[in-house]
């Protein structure tokens, strides 16, 4: 029933990129439309009443955003605005988002914003703290599940200076053309340079500077330099290298 509204209402709208944005949508109101989530896709405000397929929003806060741009597509993906504000989740063109949370609950000024041709299988973010920040690149693999922790979320505290000792310093930042192994988690403050590989079940929690590398363990260091990856399997790469080489 809902897709075949959406097919009549397209019927009615001459422009023809209206009608695109309008077919990857689904209709279903806001319970509370006062705090509701402004969702922008491929440059235009979407109304209230319409949601993008694969992806539910919870809507608790004030002033948020989710920007999408052309070509981005969700399955089963979640993002929670509980109690934030002025909030923004961004998605570059192209990429993919499979079985993923996103937490910008709590958060005030927080963000994530995702480069376009990115692919995430499962896992999720977390940026519910002020001003916490999760930066992709473009053209980045995250295999199933990769959890990515802006903020820590609770305070740990010096009993002999009584400070907070856990804050953010900068945002957590993951380069272009970066492939996140199975179980990887990567924390606050954290930075992968570009063309880097984590191996699965490691552990990120500094930032690191020269690119091409390996990063692997808990805590996460640098295992091989001088490397690059591609999406291809590895045996069919193989046969493709050694025949360039002939």
């Known amino acids: 029933m809902n897709k075949f ?14 009608r695109h944005i309008l077919r990857q949508c689904r209709i279903g109101g806001y319970r509370n439309i006062k705090n509701r989530v402004d969702i922008v896709y491929c440059g235009r405000k979407l109304p209230g009443f ?4 694969g992806l539910t929003v919870l809507a608790g806060g004030r002033q948020n955003q989710i920007i999408i741009d052309s070509g981005a597509r969700f399955f089963n993906c979640h993002i929670l605005f509980r109690d934030a ?13 499979d079985n993923m949370v996103v937490h910008l609950s709590w958060g005030i000024g927080a963000g994530v914003k995702i480069g376009d041709n990115c692919t995430f299988y499962g896992g999720g ?6 001003n916490s920040r999760i930066e992709i690149g473009k053209n980045c693999l995250m295999a ?3 959890y990515l922790w802006g903020a820590d979320g609770h305070a740990i505290i010096d009993r002999g200076t009584n ?11 993951i380069g272009d053309h970066c492939w996140l192994g199975q179980g990887v988690r990567v924390l606050k403050n954290a930075h992968i340079p570009n063309d880097t590989v984590v191996g699965g079940g490691s552990l990120v ?7 091409h590398t390996i990063l692997a363990g808990n805590p996460a260091r640098v295992v091989k330099t001088g490397i690059d990856w591609n999406h291809k399997n590895p045996y069919w790469m193989d046969l493709e290298l050694k025949a360039n080489k002939q």
């Open 5 to 18: 509204i959406i097919r009549l209402l397209c019927c009615f709208i001459p422009d023809k990129k209206l």
């Open 50 to 53: 319409f949601r993008v397929c």
């Open 85 to 97: 504000r002025n909030c923004t989740f961004r998605i570059g063109k192209n990429s993919r988002m």
């Open 125 to 130: 973010m977390w940026v519910g703290e002020p």
């Open 144 to 146: 199933n599940p990769v």
């Open 163 to 173: 400070t907070v000792i856990n804050t953010i310093s900068k945002p957590l930042i």
């Open 205 to 211: 929690t500094k930032a690191f500077t020269e690119s």
